[in-house]
């Protein structure tokens, strides 16, 4: 896909490029010739990136499972990041992280949206230092964050079991 808006914006402004450039050339042969020779450039530009697959004989277009594939991807690799940096800031202020689970969708123009955040924790600071701390590093809203306590969250040890 950005190949190909690349490949709209390269004509588009070629074609500004194109009008500019008739409209200062004097009348006559010059511009006879000049226009002969943009007209051909601009037919390249229009065909050059397809050239490839006419001269093979194949001319195929991402199917729409192919673009959703890619769109899971996109959507996997940027909560993934997003994941890492959560566990990163936390552990930086030493809390000891479980799990982390994100909610997450791709909007239309690809970014990610979160629309929640779970984490599993270990440590005795209160929920609302966690919720403000993801605030202020990673802007996170505190609504969108739930927290669990994990095995040995209050006594920073791990919780004894003792069997009848």
Not at 79 to 107: H, K, P, V, Y
Not at 120 to 130: C, K, L, M
Request: proline share 4%; glycine share 4%.
């Amino acid at each position: 896909m950005e190949l190909f808006r690349t490949w709209a914006v390269t004509v588009c402004a070629f074609s500004i490029l194109f009008l500019l450039l008739r409209m200062l050339l004097p009348s006559g042969r010059v511009q006879t010739a000049c226009n002969m020779v943009l007209t051909l450039l601009t037919v390249f530009m229009l065909v050059a990136p397809f050239w490839n697959s006419f001269a093979s004989g194949t001319l195929e277009f991402p199917s729409l499972s192919e673009l959703e594939i890619q769109d899971i991807e996109e959507e996997q690799a940027y909560t993934l990041t997003l994941r890492s940096m959560l566990a990163q800031t936390l552990a930086q202020q030493g809390i000891e992280t479980e799990e982390i689970t994100l909610e997450t969708e791709l909007d239309h123009e690809h970014y990610l949206v979160l629309h929640g955040v779970k984490l599993s924790v270990n440590t005795p600071r209160s929920d609302d230092e966690i919720k403000d701390l993801l605030s202020k590093s990673l802007g996170i809203p505190p609504e969108i964050v739930t927290i669990e306590r994990g095995t040995h969250a209050d006594s920073g040890k791990p919780e004894s079991k003792t069997e009848a």
